[in-house]
Nanobody, 118 residues
Framework: QVQLVESGGGLVQAGGSLRLSCAAS????????MGWYRQAPGKQREWVAT???????NYADSVKGRFTISRTNAKNTVYLQMNSLKPEDTAVYYC????????????WGQGTQVTVSS
């Protein structure tokens, strides 16, 4: 059964930080790259970051240097540490198994809302 459960979102002032977590079922997580994605109001969902099963990371230019993706394989959990947040980071954030091109594999979970006030 596919399960993706995101948490950790909230309301934060510009310049602040949040840490998102995503618990995934083992069948999704094990040996696979995982990604974070986000969807802002009125916009298409976009890729944010990817981490491979061995820890190689890749980031969208808009978050590079501010966000850090990590994973704990023993807990089937992927994280997104978000620093220096900007109002334009406001979105619902989702995780998913990530393809080589950043595309998502499975139906989306409920996501977690991040709101950055100016």
């Amino acid at each position: 059964q596919v399960q993706l459960v995101e948490s950790g979102g909230g309301l934060v002032q510009a310049g602040g930080s949040l840490r998102l977590s995503c618990a995934a079922s083992g069948s999704i997580f094990r040996f696979n790259a995982m990604g974070w994605y986000r969807q802002a109001p009125g916009k298409q969902r976009e890729w944010v970051a990817t981490i491979t099963s061995t820890g190689t990371t890749n980031y969208a230019d808009s978050v590079k240097g501010r966000f850090t993706i990590s994973r704990t394989n023993a807990k089937n959990t992927v994280y997104l540490q978000m620093n220096s947040l900007k109002p334009e980071d406001t979105a619902v954030y989702y995780c998913n198994r990530a393809g080589a091109d950043g595309s998502a594999w499975y139906p989306w979970g409920q996501g977690t809302q991040v709101t950055v006030s100016s």
